[in-house]
């Protein structure tokens, strides 16, 4: 989210550079052929469709050409991008600027007991929560039941400023914590549980390796896919990574 005081000094450089007062008329050119015509004035600046979308058989294979033209007065911005998606079967991490890489480990309890004394002085025995860790490698088997530690490993060359992740979990596996919020963690992130996915939002990263952990139990048997997990910057969507896809089997106990 953009602060208060930044959004009152966008405004009043829009006033002052005359921005908010454009006259123009945009058309979009695709191959050739005009595909959009838009009219901005100040009384349509906020009311145009400014979006042109090709997608599906429509976009052939081989070279195309875009063109944006524009007659009248006013500065004109603009963004292009391009979305694919591949058929393979094991989805590989890929990330130019950031990096994400996900790792599963089972956690195998292996509590100790302790000899302590109570306010009266007796002796009594103290269980302290201990756990052994195996890391997962895809393909894995889990039983109903087992723990899961999901971690996230965010490699950034640069600092940056609004970034969400979100990691999408096995269909068979729920999340411990249900209820979303600040954990303490120290990338300050906020984590919100979904049914689908747990997505974290942070809004300062700085370069460098940062670490961040929830936990999954295994429940429902079957074998799942963990689609990769998706990081990019809010206001920069061009900015983007992903994680490995992750697959493993649940039997019953």
């Not at 079967?89 to 956690?107: M, N, P, S």
């Not at 052994?132 to 996230?152: C, Q, T, W």
């Amino acid at each position: 989210m953009i602060p208060p005081y930044q959004l009152k000094r966008l405004a009043e450089y829009l006033k002052a550079s005359g921005e908010n007062r454009p006259d123009m008329t945009v058309e979009v050119w695709f191959d050739g052929e005009k595909q959009k015509e838009v009219k901005i004035t100040p009384e349509t600046l906020f009311e145009i469709d400014n979006k042109f979308t090709i997608e599906g058989v429509s976009l052939e294979t081989g070279r195309h050409t875009l063109e944006i033209r524009k007659t009248g007065s006013g500065p004109l911005y603009y963004n292009a991008y391009v979305k694919t998606f591949s058929k393979e079967d094991f989805i590989e991490a890929a990330g130019l600027e950031i990096k994400v890489e996900r790792k599963y480990t089972r956690l195998i309890p292996d509590n100790k007991e302790t000899k302590v004394s109570n306010s009266s002085g007796q002796a009594i025995d103290q269980v302290s929560e201990h756990f052994l860790r195996e890391p997962l490698v895809n393909h894995a088997e889990l039983k109903s039941g087992d723990l899961i530690e999901v971690e996230l490993i965010i490699d950034s060359k640069n600092d940056y400023e609004y970034l969400i992740f979100e990691d999408y979990k096995p269909a068979g596996l729920e999340a411990v914590d249900l209820r979303s919020g600040y954990t303490g963690n120290r990338m300050g992130a906020y984590l919100e549980f979904r049914n689908e996915k747990v997505k974290f939002f942070v809004n300062r990263l700085a370069h460098g390796k940062h670490s961040i952990t929830y936990q999954l139990r295994a429940e429902i048997p079957g074998k799942f896919s963990a689609l990769p997990t998706q990081g990019s910057a809010v206001y920069a969507p061009e900015l983007r990574a992903n994680s490995d896809e992750m697959k493993l089997q649940v039997v019953d106990k």
